[in-house]
């Protein structure tokens, strides 16, 4: 989905499909903008999809868990530039410090209470039976 076709939508309905607010959206993109223009110094070349659509697609990867491929493939793009413009966004915003957790030491002498959410998508591998010999019957 590009972002010219969600930028119109109402604030409600942008956090249900993005799952951060447009707020937090917008912020992110001010941090990706000016680490592309930094990285841009050098020289290079222009990604093929805009930023938005880049911030979209990481959301995208996210949220609905998807393969770098059909992520890529949503935007017209090849599954490695999918990974490599995920990967970017994600080293970027770690390393802007914006969006950090305060340390165990900073939540331990807060009064604050924190409600943290962690969700387990490890992949498991799938338990098959084992072939026994009196199933393999040859006949």
Known sequence: MKYERIK???EKEFRRLTGIKRKTFEKILEILKK????????GGRESKI??????????EYW?????????GQSYGISES??????????????KSG???????????QDN???ELI???ATETPIERPKKTESKMVKK
Do not use: C, Q
């Not at 680490?35 to 050098?42: L, M, P, Q």
């Not at 805009?50 to 959301?59: A, H």
């Open 8 to 10: 119109g939508i109402k």
């Open 63 to 71: 949220r609905e868990n998807r393969t770098y491929f059909h992520t």
């Open 81 to 94: 530039s999918a990974y490599k413009n995920i990967r970017w966004i994600e080293d970027t915003l770690i």
């Open 112 to 114: 604050t209470n924190y």
């Open 35 to 42: 680490a592309d223009k930094a990285k841009r110094v050098k």
């Open 118 to 120: 962690l969700i387990d």
């Open 50 to 59: 805009s930023m938005e659509d880049m911030m979209l697609m990481t959301l």
């Open 98 to 108: 914006e969006f950090l957790l305060p340390g165990k030491k900073a939540l331990k």
